[in-house]
């Protein structure tokens, strides 16, 4: 019963360094998302992805490029990170992206950029 | 596009005292709003969700919400508090007819003895 899978869980770059977040859901859900949490600010989201094969950009996307590899997997990646993206990111996803359906969470990624 | 205020960043009850934690809303259209909860070092899991089925929406562990639309408001509750409530709670909009979701900075709820 795995839901939404996330890894890694933690990570430490240095400025300048890329990396991918990889993100996995097992229940079959149309939309996924990636959010980043910080302190005072809530969640903000980067990314989502409605359906396979679309992506779309959020609230907070500049730095960050994602990938919707198949119905399952979302990645996020970071070109060229910058101590600004020292976050917890948070995938989620749901069965469609409009109307009622509520968010499934990982349990996030810290990330800390030096 | 959507956005919701959570007034109160932090807000501290006595165990077995009333809950209340505030949330408004803007929204150009029928909006759909939700409550989730986020314990240390977790993701973040539902609490309820508002749907326009009923204005009044019962959640898991005892937390309600009321739908206003003339004070665009969506305010959770929980008639007595427990120790195991401590946790912080985020209010969320999604519009009807919108993909995406977007969240309030969160209310941080303690609970003392």
């Known amino acids: 019963n795995a839901g939404v899978t996330q890894t890694p869980k933690f990570q430490v770059l240095k400025t300048g360094q890329s990396m991918t977040l990889q993100c996995a859901q097992d229940?079959?859900?149309?939309?996924m998302y990636w959010y980043r949490q910080d302190p005072g600010m809530g969640l903000r989201l980067i990314y989502y992805?409605?359906?396979?094969?679309?992506?779309d950009k959020g609230e907070v996307p500049n730095g960050y490029n994602v990938s919707r590899l198949n119905k399952r997997e979302f990645s996020l990646r970071l070109e060229s990170a910058a101590p600004s993206q020292t976050s917890v990111y948070f995938c989620?996803?749901?069965?469609?992206?409009?109307?009622?359906?509520?968010?499934?969470f990982g349990e996030g990624s810290r990330l800390t950029v030096l | 596009a959507q956005s919701v205020t959570q007034l109160g960043s932090h807000v501290s009850v006595s165990e077995g005292a009333l809950v209340l934690l505030r949330c408004n809303y803007s929204s150009s259209v029928p909006p759909y709003l939700f409550w989730y909860v986020q314990y240390p070092n977790q993701g973040l899991q539902l609490l309820l969700k508002y749907t326009s089925a009923a204005t009044l929406v019962k959640g898991i562990n005892g937390f309600e919400a009321e739908f206003k639309k003339s004070e665009t408001s969506f305010h959770l509750t929980k008639p007595s508090a427990h120790m195991s409530d401590a946790a912080e709670y985020f209010c969320?909009?999604?519009?009807?007819?919108?993909?995406?979701?977007?969240f309030g900075a969160g209310t941080r709820l303690t609970v003392k003895p």
């Open positions: 229940m079959n859900h149309n939309s």
């Open positions: 992805s409605a359906s396979e094969g679309t992506t």
């Open positions: 989620a996803s749901s069965v469609r992206g409009r109307g009622t359906g509520e968010l499934f």
């Open positions: 969320a909009v999604r519009e009807y007819n919108n993909n995406d979701m977007r």
